[in-house]
């Protein structure tokens, strides 16, 4: 299919996900209509749109995932037992790691080699609280290779030299035996190379990472991606991108580092209250007003990806330098109580539609969106699972991660969608969002989010393209708008079967619960 009218098809729907006025004919109360083209694909989503990302801050990693071989918690090897089991059921594709801002005071050599050597330092960043390194290269390569997952390692740029990440990578990937930092990984326990997919250089070099400006931070980034080489796999270059709308960031980075990077990465987090980051909100016992402003801010995912790629087009007209949307998600006020440090923060039912419709606006970018990380993987902002000594649940973000597996590797099916809004206030959204793909064994999914948290709305789907004569799949929804699980109630929020959708005709109908994400498979 040609290129320019497929990018009107995607266009569309990212006007109305945008919030742009719904097309003429769109009315309140009508059934909403939407157009699924499985006979016009789009490209591939890649897999790695899912991944994770894994600071050391609070308790993401010590206590998360990471208790010690020693520890009465079950575990193997040190790791978690039940956090591994969670989330290789997701197939988690990627991992970030470790940081953040704690990158960029991170020395590698700290972490290797016998744990008891190991310096303790102070996380600056956060908490002020006692890093004592003892989970390290050694222990993150093997948790992401227990996960069956990619790595992706952020270099110290803010404090660091290009020859420390030019040394740290060797260590990772040079060959068995082809030079002393080989033979010391093997002499640390490990023989062969890792395979580092991303090296990130740097993070939020305009912030944490340096408080540097574009120019200064281009330079730093070709400098440290010259001397950053793979001696085994093929590792992808990805530079600290702009936060937000920070378009000046990304256009002088693209023009002074676009040949030699792979990636810039983009941050973008969610707040229900976006004025002021000291008052952020609650992330539970939040007024609809809360629900509404929260769903709002988070599609701006849209626009934001959609302005940044377009400034990358003027560069990269082929796509090759992916945007790396390597944090995103909800951040609120910390779990009152908590050291607010360390970013501690419940999940609920609106986190799952922040999810979902994230998940809806990377599959629309597909082409330029290659890699994402939600931040992050476990305790920390919108968490996929939260522990407490050894208790551990699986929050609504992980059952929407569960619910869009099929995404993963799939290819893109473009969608319009023509249907009412949901209003609050000075919120005006569109009421429901549709994605859908063909997975690699051919058969169509479609999910469907209902922003509404009051009304129940009728769809009609029309599907272009594909033969089918039966739909089946779960719904992910609850009572309360702020439904979540608890320690106490682990249950609370998880997908059940939805056999409410009707297929004929080439088209599906259903009729989506109120604030509802609804994820069906065509037969
Ligand atoms: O995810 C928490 C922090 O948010 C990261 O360390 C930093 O990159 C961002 O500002």
Redesign the pocket.
Known sequence: MPGRRRRALFGALTLAIAGIAAPAGAQDGATITATIRADQPGPKVDADIFGQ?A?H?GTGIYGGIWVGKGSSIPNEDGYRSDVLAALKAIKVPMVRWP????ADEYHWRDGIGPQKDRPVKINT?WGGVNEDNSFGTHEFMGFAERLGARAYVSANVGSGTPAETARWVEYMTAAANSSSLARERAANGRTEPWTLAYLGIG??LW??GGNMRPEYAADLTNRFATFAKAGTGKMLKIASGPSDSNYEWTDTMMRLSGKTIDGLAL?F?TRPRDADWNDKGPALGFPEAEWASTLQHTLQMDEFITRHSAIMDKYDPEKRVMLAVD?WGTWYDPTPGSNPGF?QQQNSLRDAIVAALNIHIFTRHAERVRMAAI??MVN??QAMLLTDGPRMVKTPTYWAFDLYMPWQNATSLPVTVDGPRYRNGTVDIPAISVSAVRDTAGAVHVALVNVDPNRALPVTVDLKGVRATAASGRILTAEAMDAHNSFEHPGAVAPKPFDAARVAGGKLATRLPPKSVVVLRLR
């Open positions: 990302f600071e801050l940081g953040g801002c704690f960043n993070n939020e912030g944490c941050h987090y944090e970013l931040a992050q920390v902002l």
